[in-house]
C-alpha cells in the first residue's frame, strides 16, 4: 500500500513538472498564477474535507477537548518591528569599515559573476 502511495505522489509531482515546463518553467509559471492558484484550490479542497468529517483532526474537528485552555495570541506591531529593524541595519552600517564592505561585496560580484 504505502509503495503504491509513494508511486502515486511521484506520478503527480511529475505531471506538475512537465505542465512547469510545458509553460516555459517556473518563472513563468508563477508569472501566470499557476501555483498561487493550485495552493488555493488544494487549501480549499482540503478544508471541504475537514469540514464534511472525511478528513479527522484531532482536537479540531475530533476528540476535541471538553473545555479547551484559554490562551493568548501575540500581537505584533509591524510599524515598531520595521522601525527596530532600520535602526538596527543603520548602527550596523555605522559601525562598518565600508572600505572592507565594499571589497567584501566587490568579491562577492565577482565570485558570482565567474563562479569562482
Same mark, same amino acid.
Given at each position: 500500500?504505502?509503495?503504491?502511495?509513494?508511486?502515486?505522489? #511521484?506520478?503527480?509531482?511529475?505531471?506538475?513538472? $512537465?505542465?512547469? /515546463? /510545458?509553460?516555459?518553467?517556473?518563472?513563468?509559471?508563477?508569472?501566470?498564477?499557476?501555483?498561487?492558484?493550485?495552493?488555493? /484550490?488544494?487549501?480549499?479542497?482540503?478544508?471541504?474535507?475537514?469540514?464534511?468529517?472525511?478528513?479527522?483532526?484531532?482536537?479540531? =474537528?475530533? #476528540?476535541? !477537548?471538553?473545555?479547551?485552555?484559554?490562551?493568548?495570541?501575540?500581537?505584533?506591531?509591524?510599524?515598531?518591528?520595521?522601525?527596530?529593524?532600520? /535602526? $538596527?541595519?543603520?548602527?550596523?552600517?555605522?559601525? $562598518?569599515? =565600508?572600505?572592507?564592505?565594499?571589497?567584501? !561585496?566587490? =568579491? !562577492?560580484?565577482?565570485?558570482?559573476?565567474?563562479?569562482?
Amino acid at each position: 500500500m504505502m509503495e503504491t502511495l509513494t508511486k502515486d505522489l #511521484h506520478d503527480a509531482a511529475l505531471e506538475i513538472i $512537465r505542465e512547469v /515546463e /510545458e509553460m516555459g518553467g517556473m518563472t513563468k509559471a508563477v508569472v501566470s498564477g499557476m501555483p498561487k492558484a493550485r495552493i488555493e /484550490e488544494a487549501a480549499a479542497r482540503r478544508q471541504a474535507r475537514i469540514d464534511s468529517g472525511a478528513e479527522t483532526i484531532i482536537g479540531v =474537528n475530533k #476528540h476535541r !477537548l471538553a473545555k479547551e485552555a484559554a490562551y493568548e495570541s501575540l500581537k505584533v506591531d509591524n510599524t515598531e518591528v520595521r522601525k527596530k529593524q532600520i /535602526e $538596527r541595519i543603520k548602527a550596523t552600517k555605522a559601525k $562598518r569599515d =565600508n572600505a572592507k564592505c565594499q571589497a567584501a !561585496l566587490l =568579491n !562577492l560580484t565577482l565570485a558570482a559573476s565567474t563562479g569562482k
